[in-house]
């Protein structure tokens, strides 16, 4: 299954230059945990950072800066990391190991951004998944019982 496929299409996304006190009233807003920065390029919303809530703790918060006075490119992960929209799942999961994220940005081939990945969207998915299997079981062994009275 292509990571396409579970990615949430609704991305709180956010420019440069705006304020990082604007990136915190999104994520209340949206009830998210972070927001993606995009360009635009040639129509093309082309992811070029994130911030998450824990650089709002760590990088302004904690350190007593005004958020209101810091762009939002002062303080994002600029080597954001993607991944192509026809990976598959697994691949996903073994990507975001290996990069240490917990967030993927979905794009096309063009670059364009398409959605996200979230670590949730992924452990839904495996619960939802393992739910049916056990279910599967719990039939089987009751077919299983039934036969053998």
Same mark, same amino acid.
């Given at each position: 299954?292509?990571?396409?496929? %579970?990615?949430?299409?609704?991305?709180? +996304? %956010?420019?440069?230059?705006?304020?990082?006190? /604007?990136?915190?009233?999104?994520?209340?807003?949206?009830? +998210?945990?972070? !927001?993606?920065?995009?360009? /635009?390029?040639? &129509?093309?919303?082309?992811? +070029?950072?994130i911030v998450t809530d824990r650089d709002l703790v760590m990088e302004v918060l904690a350190v007593e800066l005004?958020?209101?006075?810091?762009? !939002?490119?002062?303080?994002?992960?600029?080597?954001? !990391?993607? %991944?192509?929209?026809?990976? &598959?799942?697994?691949?996903?999961?073994?990507?975001?190991?290996?990069?240490?994220?917990?967030?993927?940005?979905? +794009?096309?081939?063009?670059?364009?951004?398409? &959605? %996200?990945?979230?670590? /949730? /969207?992924?452990?839904?998915?495996? =619960?939802?998944?393992?739910?049916?299997? =056990?279910?599967?079981?719990?039939?089987?062994?009751?077919?299983?019982?039934?036969?053998? =009275?």
């Amino acid at each position: 299954m292509p990571v396409s496929e %579970i990615c949430n299409r609704e991305v709180v +996304v %956010i420019q440069k230059n705006e304020s990082v006190v /604007d990136a915190a009233k999104l994520m209340r807003k949206h009830h +998210v945990g972070d !927001v993606l920065v995009v360009e /635009d390029r040639a &129509g093309i919303r082309i992811p +070029v950072g994130i911030v998450t809530d824990r650089d709002l703790v760590m990088e302004v918060l904690a350190v007593e800066l005004d958020g209101a006075c810091l762009t !939002v490119e002062e303080i994002m992960e600029q080597e954001v !990391v993607t %991944i192509q929209e026809g990976t &598959g799942i697994f691949e996903a999961i073994q990507y975001m190991r290996q990069k240490a994220v917990r967030r993927l940005p979905v +794009v096309n081939n063009q670059g364009g951004l398409i &959605g %996200i990945l979230t670590l /949730d /969207d992924i452990l839904e998915l495996l =619960s939802e998944e393992l739910l049916a299997l =056990s279910h599967l079981v719990r039939r089987e062994q009751q077919k299983e019982a039934k036969i053998r =009275s």
